[in-house]
T-cell receptor, first 112, second 110 residues
Framework: DTGVSQDPRHKITKRGQNVTFRCDPI?????LYWYRQTLGQGPEFLTY????????KSRLLSDRFSAERPKGSFSTLEIQRTEQGDSAMYLC??????????FGPGTRLTVT | GESVGLHLPTLSVQEGDNSIINCAYS??????FIWYKQESGKGPQFIID?????DKRQGQRVTVLLNKTVKHLSLQIAATQPGDSAVYFC?????????FGQGTELSVKP
């Protein structure tokens, strides 16, 4: 257990529905990252925050995706109008500045 | 574009032998590299990191070697154990985000 928690661990939804995932980072970490991982591939970067500020977003993050970290602690990732291609493991990580990133267990999303 | 890749998708070793997992990276500007271990259904677990001003770093049973001339990274695991069976990823950090390769699946035979 790295100290990064994610909720829910699994989510099954129908195409077109909205879903929201939550990540609680290690408490003293000021950076929080979201990645997406599909089977057999390495994680792909989606976005990251330093405190409340969203500093970078990947081109993978379409208009249907939005992430927030309102108080610089936990973060949420919302996917609107889900598509089957959104099925993946969504990973959250946290770090102190640019040091090593510690990952949570992930949220596995299945869109039917 | 930027990419980090692995030479071998699978590696099978006998318990007690040493394992070597290789990785090539393409971004010359990257100055920080990390190895992660990922077991099925779990998030990546930090193993060891190395900065570009070093060419070798040792941890407990693991050693990372960095060759900037050929942009090559390797992870050596000494006395490999069944619990080491997992997928191993190298990642480069050019500033903020991590860029991962596809991974090498390590299988340890008892």
């Amino acid at each position: 257990d790295t100290g990064v928690s994610q909720d829910p661990r699994h989510k099954i939804t129908k195409r077109g529905q909205n879903v929201t995932f939550r990540c609680d980072p290690i408490s003293e970490h000021n950076r929080l990252y979201w990645y997406r991982q599909t089977l057999g591939q390495g994680p792909e970067f989606l976005t990251y925050f330093q405190n409340e500020a969203q500093l970078e977003k990947s081109r993978l993050l379409s208009d249907r995706f939005s992430a927030e970290r309102p108080k610089g602690s936990f973060s949420t990732l919302e996917i609107q109008r889900t598509e089957q291609g959104d099925s993946a493991m969504y990973l959250c990580a946290s770090s102190s500045d640019r040091l090593e990133q510690y990952f949570g267990p992930g949220t596995r999303l299945t869109v039917t | 574009g930027e990419s980090v890749g692995l030479h071998l998708p699978t590696l099978s070793v006998q318990e007690g032998d040493n394992s070597i997992i290789n990785c090539a990276y393409s971004n010359s500007a990257s100055d920080y590299f990390i190895w992660y271990k990922q077991e099925s259904g779990k998030g990546p677990q930090f193993i060891i990191d190395i900065r570009s001003n070093m060419d070798k770093r040792q941890g407990q049973r693991v050693t990372v070697l960095l060759n900037k001339t050929v942009k090559h990274l390797s992870l050596q695991i000494a006395a490999t154990q069944p619990g080491d069976s997992a997928v191993y990823f190298c990642a480069e950090n050019p500033g903020g985000k991590l860029i991962f390769g596809q991974g090498t699946e390590l299988s340890v035979k008892p």
